[in-house]
């Protein structure tokens, strides 16, 4: 017996299904991928990076986006869920709905098992193809550990590591600095949890 072929969607198709979605899926070449639920140190971290971002672009023209706005990457036809997504300027939409961000500034992305893989590899090979991203991030939830990529100007993208509590991630794209130690807040790692036990 063989098994049936998953029915292809068209863009549109995908958006009135989302749009309606009690649960989100990203989509991608006429198909949709389920997205998993999140640990509590995941929460936290996210939780802890909106509200810090909030505060420092309070009263600037930039907005800070949770992990609900979805972003289309044009060139590619990705639609996804970056944990968090900033704006600096107009934010760019696809349409009068204002539910598929186009222009983000910064990207964020926070590490679990499943899509760890998928966050450094295809998902970046899209993002990069985004022409208004100037960073992108990716933060660890069972270790300290912070990955910023930069643009440059001749268009590669420079690492820097950050792992260690005391030290701070720079957001020069959005003139953010947010020290590791805040981005961590309440957040226990697999070691600290084995050893309260």
């Not at 068209?10 to 649960?23: D, G, M, Q, V």
């Not at 909106?50 to 800070?64: K, Y």
């Not at 600095?177 to 981005?183: K, Y």
Request: with cysteine.
């Amino acid at each position: 017996m063989s098994a049936l072929a998953k029915p292809r969607l068209t863009p549109e198709e995908y958006l009135a299904r989302e749009r309606k979605a009690e649960f989100k899926s990203e989509y991608f070449a006429g198909e949709t991928f389920a997205m998993a639920g999140a640990t509590r140190p995941h929460t936290l971290v996210v939780a802890n990076l909106v509200r810090r971002l909030g505060n420092q672009l309070e009263s600037r023209p930039c907005e800070v986006y949770p992990t609900d706005m979805r972003v289309k990457v044009a060139p590619t036809g990705l639609y996804t869920y970056p944990d968090i997504a900033v704006v600096c300027g107009r934010p760019q939409f696809e349409d009068e709905n204002e539910d598929n961000l186009l222009s983000p500034t910064v990207l964020i992305e926070v590490l679990s098992e499943s899509t760890e893989k998928y966050d450094r590899g295809k998902k970046f090979e899209h993002y990069r193809r985004i022409g208004s991203l100037r960073e992108y991030v990716l933060v660890a939830q069972d270790e300290c550990r912070v990955e910023r990529f930069e643009r440059q100007p001749d268009g590669a993208w420079l690492l820097s590591v950050m792992d260690r509590m005391e030290d701070t991630l720079k957001l020069p794209a959005i003139g953010c600095e947010l020290p590791l130690a805040e981005i961590y807040d309440k957040v226990q790692f697999p070691d600290e949890r084995r050893l309260a036990t």
